[in-house]
């Protein structure tokens, strides 16, 4: 039983870091800003989700009592990573980007960085 | 009267929710204390917080969540194959332009965090009027492709859960 446990909770330790070690190489890899951010808001969720699996799995299998604090950082995680991505985004597009090399928003209004927003 | 006391119910639940996940442990002293907190928060933020989110379906939402999670493991899967396996040299990166119907500010939330967190896409920006979405592609032939994929598959159910 012990044995089964821990090798079920390896398996998603194991897992988890190479998601996170293939998210690190995309950093490496990949050429420019907005290709870099694949990695980081991809690979990383299933690194951490995996290694987070496995710490709940050996506290319920091998400790025999419940922790539920790694649902919460599933949850944050799910929460904020976006919002980083999302901002890391936009400071590449004012700082590198132009207007000129980003498709036209097809919409009445431009977008946000370059268009003010409709008067409310 | 309840709903000034209550002005976020669901704000409410989740905040108790998170007080047990971060005390670790369900006792009736933590459920006095989280409680306080569950009502006290939402009503000292209740200004900042006019309206309250209508939510159609709560099924529909859970659903939607499960099948986001499941988009999640194929999207690392995916993008972990595309940094292994494809040379940086062939990687088609496109910008595409993704016209949105939703209104609500929180659909237009939800949908861009779940376009960041699938399969090889990032939402970057929003237009002025909040009716496109600038998504980038890390490596597609056909940037039409991915943009019917995400309105068909995210928008229209997000449509559906947050009605306008």
């Known amino acids: 039983m012990t044995f089964l446990a821990e090798l079920i909770v390896s398996v998603f330790l194991i897992g988890g870091s190479v998601f996170a070690l293939v998210g690190s190489l995309g950093l490496v890899r990949l050429h420019d800003t907005m290709q870099r951010m694949h990695a980081p808001t991809k690979a990383t969720t299933l690194g951490v989700g995996g290694v987070l699996i ?38 590449h597009i004012i700082a590198d980007e132009t207007e000129d090399n980003l498709p036209p928003a097809s919409g009445e209004h431009g977008w946000a960085v370059y268009d003010e927003p409709p008067a409310s | 009267m309840l709903r000034r006391l209550f002005p976020h119910p669901m704000l409410s639940l989740t905040l108790l929710l998170i007080w047990f996940g971060l005390v670790n442990a369900v006792t009736v002293g933590h459920l006095l204390l989280g409680g306080f907190l569950a009502i006290v928060l939402p009503f000292i933020t209740a200004p900042y917080w006019p309206e309250r989110p209508k939510l159609q379906s709560p099924w529909k939402m859970a659903t939607y969540v499960l099948m986001v999670i499941w988009d999640i493991v194929l999207a690392n899967i ?12 062939d990687i ?12 609500s500010p929180e659909a237009i939330t939800m949908l861009a965090g779940t376009i960041t967190m699938t399969p090889g896409t990032i939402s970057a920006m929003l237009s002025a009027d909040a009716s496109n979405i600038l998504v980038h592609c890390l490596h597609t ?3 039409d492709a991915v943009r019917d994929e995400i309105k068909s598959r995210y928008e229209t159910r997000l449509k559906e859960i947050f009605p306008c």
Not at chain 2, 78 to 89: H, N, Q, S, T
Not at chain 2, 95 to 103: A, H, K, S, T
């Open chain 2, 92 to 103: 088609r990166s496109h910008w595409v332009d993704i016209p949105i119907d939703l209104e």
């Open chain 2, 78 to 89: 995916e993008v972990a194959r595309v940094i292994l396996f494809v040379k940086p040299e």
């Open chain 2, 141 to 143: 032939d056909d940037p």
């Open chain 1, 54 to 91: 496995a710490s709940m799995l050996y506290f319920l299998l091998v400790k025999g009592d419940f922790s539920f604090r790694e649902i919460l950082i599933v949850l944050f995680l799910l929460l904020t990573a976006p919002i980083s991505a999302n901002f890391i985004a936009k400071v």
